[in-house]
């Protein structure tokens, strides 16, 4: 593939898992990425590839951003989509991390680069981060949801299939061609909260990575992020007690999600989740009209 280039020797890895994180649509509050971020930091990976953007987006949907250099020198940085290897001397596996940006174009020949990258790393499963808004609430634990692509797989990680049908994004796309390839795949998604959904939200970054560290048998340092959790539920907090109309819908939403557990006894399936998207993104929808 032209446009993936390699950072010197192809590194020695065992079994490893490549887990991916892509900014964009499948990342509301830019829970996955910063799941991601975590890891990539708790485990010092290092960069081992990446793909150049020219042919995967549209720069004018995408734009490149400028920053300064040490407060002197301006320059372009591209949307990014890098490779990096994480080796866990600790575990019996090592982790291959692709932290990127959902292109605008091309997303078959984009994922065929990704199954490249996987093939000549040896890599085992391909574990996929998202999060999706939904209407949940922040006061209670971070659902967290699971699917797997075989039945095999679904019930050794104790995940779960999906029948959903609707629009899917660079995720469901790379899960495509991991089938077509026969290589197992996996994905943890995170619902977050409609009305803080424009934040960032360290909390279900953290659930994310806590599922993901159980789904590895990877453990993954994250102090950092317990701390921003802890001031991101303060921060929250205040906001919606000063907005009586949030505060009702927040109240309204712990009152059903308590009826539901008590129900079902168990956090909403991922089609559940799937279904509250859908349902929001058609509000706004109508809201706009």
């Not at 989509?81 to 575990?91: D, G, I, R, W």
Request: charged share 25%; proline share 5%; with cysteine.
């Amino acid at each position: 593939m032209d446009s993936l280039s390699w950072e010197g020797d192809l590194p020695h890895l065992r079994a490893p898992i490549m887990v991916c994180a892509f900014r964009g649509w499948n990342d509301a509050a830019a829970a996955a990425s910063t799941a991601l971020g975590a890891v990539a930091t708790s485990l010092d990976a290092e960069l081992v590839a990446s793909v150049d953007p020219e042919d995967y987006f549209d720069f004018q949907s995408t734009r490149p951003t400028i920053t300064m250099d040490e407060g002197q020198t301006r320059r372009i940085e591209w949307p990014e989509n890098n490779v990096y290897a994480a080796l866990v001397p600790s575990a019996d596996r090592d982790l291959v991390l692709l932290d990127g940006t959902e292109p605008n174009l091309r997303w078959r020949t984009f994922s065929e680069t990704i199954a490249t990258v996987a093939d000549a790393l040896g890599v085992e499963m391909v574990v996929t981060l998202g999060a999706l808004i939904a209407e949940v609430s922040h006061t209670l634990p971070v659902p967290i949801t699971g699917l797997a692509s075989s039945a095999e797989l679904v019930e050794e990680l104790e995940l779960e299939r999906s029948s959903y049908e609707g629009p899917t994004g660079i995720v469901g796309v790379v899960h495509d061609l991991c089938r077509q390839n026969g290589i197992d795949s996996a994905s943890l998604w995170a619902a977050v909260p409609h009305y803080v959904a424009a934040v960032p939200n360290p909390k279900a970054a953290l659930a994310l990575l806590r599922r993901l560290e159980g789904l590895t048998g990877i453990a993954v340092e994250a102090s950092e992020l317990e701390e921003e959790t802890a001031d991101y539920e303060e921060q929250i907090g205040r906001a919606v007690a000063a907005n009586p109309e949030i505060e009702d819908l927040v109240t309204r939403i712990e009152a059903e999600q308590a009826d539901l557990l008590d129900e079902e006894g168990e956090l909403p399936s991922a089609d559940t989740l799937a279904r509250e998207f859908q349902r929001f993104l058609r509000q706004r929808g109508d809201d706009k009209s």
